[in-house]
T-cell receptor, first 113, second 113 residues
Framework: DGGITQSPKYLFRKEGQNVTLSCEQN?????MYWYRQDPGQGLRLIYY???????QKGDIAEGYSVSREKKESFPLTVTSAQKNPTAFYLC????????????FGSGTQLSVL | AQSVTQLDSHVSVSEGTPVLLRCNYS??????LFWYVQHPNKGLQLLLK??????LVKGINGFEAEFKKSETSFHLTKPSAHMSDAAEYFC???????????FGSGTKLNVKP
């Protein structure tokens, strides 16, 4: 079945550590996105990518980095510069074009030890 | 610029009674509008979308929404709530020139027996 796979489901980060969240899709979608979800704040866009080898910062990109070396994969690294990383992270993808709906993964809960 | 305001952070209804979740948007372009639902600790699922066709949009699970340009609103309704409708609901507007999505802060729907 086609879909988006995020791993791990739960992740713990130590102070000063970088961690990477995985996102893989087999929907053949061109666009991929990373969102951060905090209680009462909805989803905020971290990074997005419309095509391979290209990505743009979203509204809260500081302290995060991404790569898009393959169409299927869009990993997110939470760096030590992100001082408040505890949140639920959601990866999404969509077809190219206007008004195409988002398909979401099941999310990764990141916590700080 | 695009933005979304969900007017209620929490809504509580009794099973079998109507549901109304309110959403107002602002957009510099003709918007595309969506409602997504999120069950606890899960990804998001599309309920319905509006893309400048009929102003009354029918979605899954008996939900519908009406686009009112004069009021810049896109409220979500359901005639009769079911216990399984208890979840968080997000109103989303997309930017016309490329796939960038702006989420509201969410409305948590509680359904009482």
């Amino acid at each position: 079945d086609g879909g988006i796979t995020q791993s791990p489901k739960y992740l713990f980060r130590k102070e000063g550590q970088n961690v990477t969240l995985s996102c893989e899709q087999n929907l053949n979608h061109d666009a991929m996105y990373w969102y951060r979800q905090d209680p009462g704040q909805g989803l905020r866009l971290i990074y997005y990518s419309q095509i391979v080898n290209d990505f743009q910062k979203g509204d809260i990109a500081e302290g995060y980095s991404v790569s898009r070396e393959k169409k299927e994969s869009f990993p997110l690294t939470v760096t030590s510069a992100q001082k408040n990383p505890t949140a639920f992270y959601l990866c999404a993808s969509s077809k190219a074009g206007i008004s195409e709906k988002l398909f979401f993964g099941s999310g990764t809960q990141l916590s700080v030890l | 610029a695009q933005s979304v305001t969900q007017l209620d952070s929490h809504v509580s209804v009794s099973e079998g009674t109507p549901v109304l979740l309110r959403c107002n948007y602002s957009s510099s372009y003709s918007p595309s509008l969506f409602w997504y639902v999120q069950h606890p600790n899960k990804g998001l699922q599309l309920l319905l979308k509006y893309t400048s066709a009929a102003t009354l949009v029918k979605g899954i699970n008996g939900f519908e929404a009406e686009f009112k340009k004069s009021e810049t609103s896109f409220h979500l309704t359901k005639p009769s709530a079911h216990m399984s409708d208890a979840a968080e609901y997000f109103c989303v507007v997309s930017q016309a020139n490329f796939n960038k999505f702006y989420f509201g802060s969410g409305t948590k729907l509680n359904v009482k027996p």
